[in-house]
């Protein structure tokens, strides 16, 4: 049985770090791109980050760039999202997921997302 | 950026009622286009994909349609376990986009 589960979330202070871990099981962790899609409270889903399965190739929101790093460990069957200089509107659900199949940007299992409050 | 424009926000619909949903990207995605469930609290959950492709396990009373810019997302015979958020989603090119979703409220 595929399972996501998210950690690290937590209240931090505007301009601070954070870093998300998505542990993964059910699956063959390396062959699949992974993916965080955040969602602001009451609002819609807005898209983040994703990793290939390799790790060779990433991908960002603009409104993240340059501020958000994915990574991951294969060995660890972990995704991680370094989260730096965070600001109020960054406060949201974080969900990793997961891809059904390489090449396709869409997503079959999602973890049950870990909330991030950026305030004062 | 592809723009996603779901339409309607939100639609009071009642138990065996007919719903569709229509979503439409600012420019062509072929059939790059996902739908997506969400209830309160919880994670989204994959409907449809490829813009028609049922995922397994989703029953066959949903469907979807479309391809380019213009898409559709049916529940035949609306089921209390329906009333839920829905959303499209292109999965054509970065950055990957959503719409704005869609409440299936209780007339």
């Known amino acids: 049985e595929v399972q996501l589960l998210e950690s690290g979330g937590g209240l931090v202070q505007p301009g601070g770090s954070l870093r998300l871990s998505c542990s993964a099981s059910g699956f063959t962790f390396s062959s699949y791109a992974m993916t965080w899609v955040r969602q602001a409270p009451g609002k819609g889903l807005e898209w983040v980050s994703s990793?290939?399965?390799?790790?060779?190739?990433?991908y960002y929101a603009g409104s993240v760039k340059g501020r958000f790093t994915i990574s991951r460990d294969n060995s660890k069957n972990t995704l991680y999202l370094q989260m730096n200089s965070l600001r109020a509107e960054d406060t949201a659900i974080y969900y990793c997921a997961k891809v059904p199949s390489n090449g396709w940007y869409f997503w079959d299992y999602w973890g049950q997302g870990t909330l991030v409050t950026v305030s004062s | 950026d592809i723009q996603m424009t779901q339409s309607p926000s939100s639609v009071s619909a009642s138990v065996g009622d007919r719903v569709t949903i229509t979503c439409r990207a600012s420019q062509g995605i072929r059939s790059w286009l996902a739908w997506y469930q969400q209830k309160p609290g919880k994670a989204p959950k994959l409907l449809i994909y490829a813009a028609s492709s049922l995922q397994s396990g989703v029953p066959s009373r949903f469907s979807g349609g479309g391809s380019g810019t213009d898409f559709t997302l049916t529940i035949s015979s609306l089921q209390p376990e329906d009333f839920a958020t829905y959303y499209c989603q292109q999965a054509s090119s970065f950055p990957l986009t959503f719409g704005g979703g869609t409440k299936v409220e209780v007339k």
């Open positions: 990793m290939s399965g390799s790790a060779t190739s990433t």
